[in-house]
């Protein structure tokens, strides 16, 4: 089962400079109310891409902006969190002015969110002319998208034994879904009990789910028939 995007998508914003951008938390600790501190470029320190540790407490209360490139989320996370930063944005690569959403951060230990590459140039830029304070706001505002359209992470076949698969997709990107909130390591962990997720893992139970309505009103129907 192949993954389709859904109507709308959730997003969260950066406000800085009376301008409002696009942005999107990664799966690490989120923010529960806006946040407001002064941003710093990791590239006044030596690396802009955020790759190298800083000086002890380099960034102490502010916001790190870094660039995408060359090494792990985890460890851009973990240097500005050792430096003392209380919250790291990350600029997409150039090109790309969507962000998307950061995985496997859960064992990090500050909120990361992802900016456009043409707001994180925004925002260097009036960082290198003077302090610039940013807005990290977690809530879920909807936008809509053009729906129907395989998901970028989705496999388009053929298999390796040259069949067209998948030839059945179901909405599986920006799904707006139930979270667990017992482990903030785990999956789909989120303290409101809600959260954003992508993946066939959530398309393939909706086929699944209307496969079995259809059973159940048509128990004649063969396997062909149901599909």
């Known amino acids: 089962v192949g ?19 696009t942005a999107l938390s990664g799966t690490g600790p989120d923010l529960s109310s806006p946040f407001t501190a002064f941003a710093t470029d990791a590239a006044a320190f030596g690396d ?11 960034m102490r209360g502010q916001v790190a902006l870094v660039e995408r490139e060359f090494c792990a989320f985890e460890f851009k996370i973990a240097f500005a969190a050792e430096a003392g930063a209380k919250a790291i944005v990350v600029t997409n690569a150039e090109g790309e002015d969507e962000p998307f959403v950061m995985f496997g951060l859960e064992a990090t230990d500050i909120p990361a969110y992802m900016i456009g590459a043409a707001a994180g140039a925004d925002l260097r830029d009036r960082l290198a002319n ?3 304070q940013v807005i990290l706001d977690p809530t879920l505002v ?36 139930a979270a667990q909130r017992f482990d ?34 048509h128990p004649e129907f063969s396997v062909a028939e149901i599909k």
């Open 3 to 21: 993954a389709s995007a859904n109507s709308r998508q959730f997003i969260q914003t950066i406000r800085f400079a009376g301008q409002s951008h």
């Open 48 to 58: 802009g891409t955020g790759c190298t540790p800083y000086p002890a407490n380099a």
């Open 130 to 132: 003077g302090d610039v």
């Open 142 to 177: 909807p936008r809509a998208i053009a729906p129907d359209q395989v998901a970028p992470f989705s496999s388009r076949g053929p298999s390796p034994s040259n069949d067209i698969k998948p030839e059945v997709v179901a909405p599986g990107n920006f799904i707006y879904s």
């Open 184 to 217: 903030r390591n785990g999956d789909t962990f989120d303290q409101s009990g809600f959260t954003s997720v992508d993946g066939t893992s959530f398309s393939a139970p909706m086929v699944a789910g209307a496969a079995a309505l259809v059973m159940q009103r």
